[in-house]
DNA sequence: GAGATTTGACCATC
DNA sequence: GATGGTCAAATCTC
């Protein structure tokens, strides 16, 4: 094991005791003010422990961009050299009909995914080779909860074109951005082309607002309309609404914590520290406390 | 017939 | 060698 590794267990075995000692403080209602400060501590650890990651993760990251061009080859297998990716819950009761992203995309593939029991479908922009386009999206119909689908973007739309006019749609929503840390993931959101134009039309009234679980109504659904010219509902073939970038390490997690664990970087932190802490009732009452 | 989806094959990466 | 991302021919839908 290295030495970064065993800083980073380090850190979270303190997150471990400090978050034991707040659950019997938090049997206590007079220390309250005890209780939020070890919150802020454990917050502070976990900080640590990830942002080692992160830099170990970039630094890999670094030199395999580095070893790419100074080959100068072109690999088939997509090398991002955008890390933002973003993952997308979508709520129950939306396999069937449609979320009109405003944006077209065309399937270009499905595989079976190793250790998932459902296919991860392939989607790019249908102005991939007329605007060169290089939107991608991939969706994933959630192992554990099925009604829930994760969908990752990769890249920004460079594309003019939109299919249709806004739509609101009816889906929660949890994001992650690779590469940073969750400090800046919540205090430095930027939306890309995308992100904005979605945000734009859901009337959303901040960006904070995007990392809130929400949900709302989408009259092609509830109509059992057949938007997104019909047929891009069906099961691994959705297309969510709104993409933001910006942080998965949220109360988004929080509030759907069955659904991260495809995503490639949140997913491996929670999972980590989902051993170590018990996220219960408590732990969404600590994110409220420290406004989350 | 045009455009979208399906699916097996190919290839890069790990 | 296993896995995941993409290609492209076949097929489907409108």
């Known amino acids: 094991m290295v030495m970064e590794e065993k800083l980073v267990i380090n850190e979270l075995e303190q997150g471990r005791e400090l978050a034991k000692r707040l659950m019997s403080n938090l049997k206590d209602t007079s220390s309250i003010e005890s209780s939020k400060s070890l919150i802020s501590e454990i917050l502070s650890i976990y900080q640590n422990a990830i942002s080692m990651l992160d830099d170990k993760k970039v630094l890999k990251r670094s030199r395999e961009i580095d070893d790419k061009y100074s080959k100068n080859v072109i690999k088939k297998r997509k090398v991002f050299e955008k890390t933002e990716k973003v993952s997308f819950f979508v709520g129950a009761g939306q396999e069937k009909g449609s979320i009109d992203d405003g944006y077209c995309w065309r399937k270009y593939g499905q595989k079976e995914i190793h250790g998932s029991i459902n296919p991860r479908g392939y989607f790019r922009c249908t102005h991939r080779f007329t605007q060169n386009c290089l939107a991608v999206k991939q969706v994933q119909k959630s192992?554990?909860?099925?009604?829930?689908?994760?969908?990752?973007?990769?890249?920004?739309?460079?594309?003019?074109?939109?299919?249709?006019?806004?739509?609101?749609?009816?889906?929660?929503?949890?994001?992650?951005?690779?590469?940073?840390?969750?400090?800046?993931?919540?205090?430095?959101?930027?939306?890309?082309?995308?992100?904005?134009?979605?945000?734009?039309?859901?009337?959303?009234e901040s960006k904070?607002?995007?990392?809130?679980?929400?949900?709302?109504?989408?009259?092609?659904?509830?109509?059992?309309?057949?938007?997104w010219k019909g047929n891009l509902f069906h099961e691994n073939q959705l297309s969510p609404a709104a993409t933001t970038s910006g942080s998965g390490i949220t109360s988004e997690i929080a509030t759907a914590p069955a659904s991260v664990e495809n995503s490639e970087t949140a997913d491996s932190y929670f999972s980590s520290l989902d051993n170590i802490i018990d996220f219960g009732p408590d732990w969404l009452l600590s994110c409220d406390v420290l406004n989350w």
């Open 143 to 204: 192992d554990r909860d099925p009604s829930i689908f994760e969908v990752k973007y990769v890249g920004s739309h460079t594309c003019n074109n939109t299919t249709t006019s806004p739509k609101t749609p009816n889906f929660s929503v949890s994001t992650f951005q690779e590469g940073n840390t969750a400090d800046e993931q919540r205090e430095d959101i930027k939306p890309t082309k995308t992100e904005e134009a979605m945000m734009s039309f859901e009337d959303l």
């Open 208 to 227: 904070k607002n995007i990392f809130r679980t929400f949900s709302f109504s989408n009259y092609e659904f509830e109509n059992g309309g057949g938007g």
